[in-house]
Structures are given as C-alpha cells and as structure tokens.
C-alpha cells in the first residue's frame, strides 16, 4: 500500500493542521495546536453540518518532558494494552506449548494447533456471514451508483477536485499494489487452476479437494477460466467495495458534515453525540485492532516471500531466523522513515515501487505469451462476469475448502485492513460525486489487479500447460520465482520481486502506524513521534509473534477474528451512508 495522506481535522476549529491536499510545495509543520495551521477545508455549498460540542483531543493525555506523548486515554491506553499483552502471550505460549521432532519432522505447537483451530472453526462457521457481508458492500455501491444520491458531492456542491483525474486514478491504483499481489500474483491463478483441473474430491461422502465450485475435471481451457475467475472475484469488486464503503462514510462525515476524519464519526447518525463516548471509544479500539492484525498478516506474508527470494536468488537459508531479521531489519527502516517523515521519505520509495512494478509487468507481459495475456484479460473479465453469481453465493454450495479456506479469509483480511486503506482513499478524493468515486474506487483498481493476475498467474498456468511443473510443486511464497525463472534475465527480474516486496513491506508499516496512531490519539493529525514509533515497532514484534506462534495459520487467524466485529462495524456504517446522503440531498434542495 501506498503511504496515506493521513489525519483528521475539524472544519472551523483552528487548533488543527490539515495535511496538504492541493499538491502545495510548502511544508506542514510538525506540530499541533498552532492558532495559524490550515485545517480540513470547510463544506463548500449547502451541506448537513451536523453541530457538535466535542472538540478534537479533549479526551486526550500528553506529556511533553521526558517522553512526549498525546494520546487519547481510553483508545491508545485498551488499545496498546491489549495488543502488547498479546504479544507477550503468544510468545510465551509458543515456548510453553512447543513439541519436540519426531523422527527429524518438526511438529505444530499446542498454540499453533490452537490458531489452526480458530482460524478454522470462525472461516468454517461464518463464512456465510462475510459473504453475505461482502455482497451487501456491493450492492450497496452499485445502488448508490445508480440512485440520485449518487449526485452527492463530497466536500459541499460547490467543491473541487483536490487532485486532477489523472494524478486520483493513479493513487486509487497505488492503494490496490501491495504485498498481497506479489505474494497471491502466481500462486492463487496457479493453485486454483490445479485445483479446478482435478475435478472434485470425495472421501466418505465429503468434498477434500480445493476447486471452487465444481471445478473442471479434465479440460485445461475451462479450468483456466474457471481459475482466472475465482482468482479475479478475490480481487475485484467485493474486496473494492469493502473500501469504497470505508472511504466514503470518512470522506462524507469528515467534508459534509464536518466531522472528525476517525470511524466514530460515521455512527453519529445511530448513536449521536455518545460516539464521543465509549460506543466510539470501542468503534475506534476494533478499527485499531482490525488495521495492526491486518498489517501483520501482510507483513508475515511478506516475510515468507522475500525470505523465499533471498534463498531462490543467494542461497540464504529460509529460516525462521532468517525471517525474524528481515522483519526486525524492515521494521527498524520503516521506524525511521516514521521519525523523518512520510512525505520525504516513503512517499518517494512507494512512487519508485510503483514505477518498478510497473516494469515488471510490462516485462512479463513482453516476453511471456503476449497475446494469451492480452486476450486472456477480456477473456477473464467475461469468465469472472459468468461465475461472479455462483462464486458470490454464500449457500447450498459443496466447494467448502475454497468457499471457506480462501474466500472468507479473504473478506476478512480486506475489512481489517479497510480502515486503513479507507482513510487513504477519503484523503485524496475531497470534491468527488459519489457516483464519480464510487464508479472509479470499484473499477481502476480492480481492472489492474485483474491485468497483474492475468499478466502473473496466466503465464505460470501456460507454463504448467507447456511441461515446466516447478510452480505450481513450489511452496505459496516461491511460486513468483519459480515462474520467473522460465522467463529471461531471472536474476534480475527476481531481484526486483525481491525489492517489491520489502518496500511494500517497509510503506505499508510507515502508512499503518500513522493511520493507526491518528485513531489512537484522538483525532489528531502530527502526533508525537515516540507514539509512531510504538506502533511501528508493535507491528514488526506482533508480525514475529505470530509467525513463531504458528506461521501464515496464526496470521491468517488473527486477520480473521479481527475481521470478524470490524465487518459488524461496517454493516452500521452501511445504514449511516444512506441517511447522511439522504440529509445532503435534502439540504440542496432545500437550498435550491
């Protein structure tokens, strides 16, 4: 992910800085409480104010002599409590519960079984609920998209785009790349077209393989399509709408109604002014909770997958030590990218990455099977049109491993991390129609994942059709690799995977812990630097923690149970989008 442009700020109340959104060459200071500081631009034209004595940080505690701090005292205090007990924890029930090797075969903790349980029982149990959550999001876009509130102008009926159409479409793409693509790109196309060409798997009466649907048992072209699809409705749509819900509660509470830039802010409509208290206090802790387990999971998969590389590439043993200091060593380049600031250091980095990124698929695309790639994009768009219903069904399906082990962790991971990307998203699309936002949030970003899954995936699986079987054999994190060492200049296209992933690695921890310490700190935009640098380093420990205490299965299990509330938070925020619109409407005409 792209750094965000991150921080609330408080139409009309001058003690606020407002990061900049114009593009403005000049600096923000790093500092709050200034009476001169420029703050969130006020609605422009008629819009539903909504009259509020809270002021932002009231609720705040700081301290500016020895160690400086302004934290909010209920959010950051349960908050950073809560995670940091967890961290201990898991570490000490690693060491309490680890079993010692049978016959050289190292074998699952109790923790780690623990873990593989909960992460099952909540997939294999709820996942009718996140998927039913996640076809709410998109019906809910597509509505808005085609009803009158659609006209709704984010920022007042009389504002302007902060950024040209251009420079927002390529931030919308920016919020879309991240390590998940890296680390899915080849293996999810390659797993799912394996698994579909094997047809499904019956032992006493229960289905055991891993085909969505009713794969395609015997018939390479429908396998691939069927794969190309299930790959693309992971990255489409369903996973744009759960941040496109995100983003525009923020975007319209904070522009239209003048609001705080935090999740609390979207349920005034439900609880009114008790979201200052503790129904807000909580909105606010499962927002923190859901964004740190989110990042940490996309921190460990990023972890196995460079660590993956650097053995492909240098021969450096894929260890768990060998992990721990890559993510130590990462954690500790993001902290410091913290302390200097975003806007010099990571924002730099992450336009790189994107250029790099860029390359790589422009490469694979020049010298793999171009036409196969170039028709196989409609094609797979026409496949993921066909299946997106059945796919999209949450019941009387028998496809139980996909519909549960990858679907449902899947909307689990894109809501924990929606509060994130979310607040990204609002940041950069002040002066938008909600049609507007809405039509370009669901569709960039989503026809370039399915451009990178085509591009990736779709030349692993012609490899496999051609005789080359060493991806889809390798381990999830190798795949990329292992496909890349068919194509020309190997080293050096898998030098630049390698680099891809650190660097989303190092911009997606910066980006998180500012986000996450803005919720924590009440609002406020430039807090202190010590509270970044907590959370930053919080997210690297808690990424170790959970990789020892069970690997990819714990992160994937934290992602889900932090998933699982936050997508209750969402289904309210749903309700609280429709009437907030429905009061700006009434508020135009009424001014008309």
């Not at 709050?32 to 500081?37: A, I, M, Q």
Request: overall charge negative; glycine content about 12%; some cysteine.
């Amino acid at each position: 992910m792209t750094d965000p442009i991150h921080g609330p700020g408080h139409p009309g109340d001058p003690r606020f800085e407002r990061p900049i959104l114009g593009g403005h060459p000049e600096e923000v200071p790093e500092t709050t409480d200034s009476p001169d500081t420029p703050v969130l631009p006020e609605p422009e034209g008629p819009t539903e104010i909504i009259e509020t004595p809270y002021e932002i940080g009231q609720d705040n505690v700081s301290h500016a002599l020895t160690l400086e701090f302004d934290i909010h005292k209920v959010v950051f205090i349960v908050s950073a409590a809560v995670i940091a007990l967890f961290t201990v924890g898991t570490l000490i029930g690693q060491i309490l519960t680890a079993q010692p090797p049978i016959d050289g075969v190292a074998q699952p903790s109790g923790l780690e079984l623990a873990f593989t349980a909960l992460r099952d029982g909540l997939t294999g149990k709820l996942d009718w609920f996140f998927l039913t959550a996640g076809n709410i999001f998109v019906l809910l876009c597509l509505g808005l998209i085609l009803s009158p509130l659609g006209s709704v102008r984010l920022g007042g009926p009389e504002s302007s785009p902060d950024f040209s159409l251009f420079g927002w479409f390529a931030m919308l793409f920016a919020a879309g790349m991240g390590i998940g693509l890296m680390f899915y790109g080849v293996s999810e196309p390659l797993g799912h077209f394996d698994a579909a060409l094997g047809g499904p798997v019956t032992e006493n009466g229960v289905r055991t393989d891993w085909a969505p649907l009713e794969g395609a048992a015997g018939d390479p072209m429908a396998a691939r399509r069927l794969a190309m699809a299930a790959t693309i409705f992971h990255w489409g749509l369903h996973p744009w709408a759960i941040y496109a819900v995100v983003a525009l509660a923020l975007a319209l509470f904070a522009y239209n109604k003048g609001l705080p830039l935090t999740m609390r802010s979207v349920f005034y409509p439900i609880f009114g002014e008790r979201i200052w208290g503790w129904p807000g206090h909580l909105i606010d802790i499962l927002a923190v909770f859901a964004t740190i387990f989110g990042l940490a999971t996309s921190l460990g998969f990023g972890a196995e997958q460079a660590t993956a590389g650097l053995h492909f590439l240098f021969g450096i043993p894929a260890t768990m030590t060998t992990k721990i200091v890559l993510i130590l060593a990462i954690t500790a380049v993001a902290t410091g990218s913290v302390v200097l600031g975003v806007e010099k250091g990571v924002k730099m980095l992450s336009e790189a990455n994107m250029v790099l990124a860029f390359l790589l698929l422009a490469f694979i695309m020049a010298v793999g099977p171009t036409w196969q790639i170039v028709s196989g994009f409609f094609g797979n768009l026409g496949a993921y049109a066909r299946d997106l219903i059945p796919l999209s069904n949450p019941f009387g399906r028998s496809d139980d491993n996909f519909r549960q082990g990858w679907t449902a962790f899947y909307w689990a991971w894109w809501i924990s991390w929606s509060p994130f990307v979310g607040m990204f998203i609002a940041r950069v699309s002040r002066g938008r129609t909600v049609r507007q936002f809405l039509v370009a949030v669901l569709l960039i970003p989503a026809l370039i994942s399915v451009l990178w899954m085509t591009a990736l995936g779709g030349t692993a699986i012609t490899q496999y059709l051609g005789g080359f079987t060493g991806a889809v054999d390798a381990a999830l994190e190798i795949k990329l690799f292992q496909m890349l060492s068919q194509l020309p200049m190997t080293q050096i296209t898998s030098f630049i995977g390698i680099v891809l992933v650190m660097v989303f690695f190092i911009t997606s921890s910066d980006s998180g812990s500012l986000v996450i310490d803005t919720i924590s700190s009440g609002g406020k935009v430039h807090s202190p630097i010590p509270q970044r640098v907590f959370w930053c380093s919080f997210e690297g420990l808690l990424a170790i923690a959970l990789m020892l205490g069970g690997g990819l299965t714990a992160l994937q299990a934290m992602a889900v149970s932090t998933g699982l509330p936050f997508t209750i938070v969402l289904l309210g925020a749903c309700y609280a989008i429709v009437k907030g619109l429905m009061g700006e409407r009434r508020e135009v005409r009424s001014a008309d």
